[in-house]
């Protein structure tokens, strides 16, 4: 059975940091793209950034420059620094992996993490 299990979420004050993580188990994952959304109450999934197998890097507008995705392709594991976090960035952070390339859409990911909420006080 496949499992993701996202870790690191918290309340931090803006401006702080935080470092998620996301371990995969059931298969390997090091050919799949892995990825990180977020969800904000009564907002959509939003795609957040996404690392191919290769370790190509994809973001959101709203977190490059703040944010950096990583793997561990041996310990099918992917992470999120977070820096300079703001208000806005206050969500219950997701992660997922899919066997093609990176997409924006949360539709085309095949598995899911339980989540993580990351709260950013002002």
């Known amino acids: 059975q496949v499992q993701l299990v996202e870790s690191g979420g918290g309340l931090v004050q803006a401006g702080g940091s935080l470092r998620l993580s996301c371990v995969g188990s059931?298969?390997?994952?090091?050919?799949?793209?892995m990825a990180w959304f977020r969800q904000a109450p009564g907002k959509e999934r939003d795609f957040v950034s996404a690392?191919?197998?290769?370790?190509?890097?994809y973001y959101a507008d709203s977190v490059r420059g703040r944010f950096t995705i990583s793997r561990d392709n041996a310990n099918d594991t992917v992470y999120l620094q977070m820096n300079s976090l703001q208000p806005e960035d206050t969500a219950v952070y997701y992660c997922a992996v899919r066997p093609g390339g990176w997409s924006t859409s949360p539709d085309l990911w095949q598995y899911w993490g339980q989540g993580t909420q990351v709260t950013v006080s002002s």
């Open positions: 690392i191919s197998w290769s370790g190509n890097t």
């Open positions: 059931g298969r390997a994952f090091s050919s799949y793209t």
